[in-house]
Nanobody
């Protein structure tokens, strides 16, 4: 059974940091494109970041560029999202996703329905 399990969310103050983890199991994900999306209340799910398997190429949403860093440990089948300088507008449920296609393009990684597997999400709340 394929599973993606996110962890690391929580309640933090503006300016704080959090690191989200996504543990994948059930198959090898080393050649998948892995992505993070988020969804705030009453808003659509939006792309946050993605990482490919060739040279760990990355892509970020403009809203998080310079503050968030995505990385992967293929040996552990785990993807991370380091979030620094958090803002109240970062408050959302964060989802990890895997795209079985190794194709990495700026358009494809931003398209939520390109992903084949999803985690259950982890809540991140940034509030003073």
């Amino acid at each position: 059974q394929v599973q993606l399990v996110e962890s690391g969310g929580g309640l933090v103050q503006p300016g704080d940091s959090l690191r989200l983890s996504c543990a994948a199991s059930g198959r090898t994900f080393s050649r998948d494109v892995m992505g993070w999306f988020r969804q705030a209340p009453r808003k659509e799910r939006e792309f946050v970041a993605a990482i490919g398997w060739v040279n760990s190429i990355t892509e970020y949403a403009d809203s998080v560029k310079g503050r968030f860093t995505i990385s992967r440990d293929s040996a552990k089948n785990t993807v991370y999202l380091q979030m620094n300088s958090l803002k109240p507008e970062d408050t959302a449920v964060y989802y990890c996703a895997a795209d079985r296609s190794p194709t990495f393009s700026g358009v494809r990684v931003r398209t939520w329905d390109a992903y084949d597997y999803w985690g259950q999400g982890t809540q991140v709340t940034v509030s003073s």
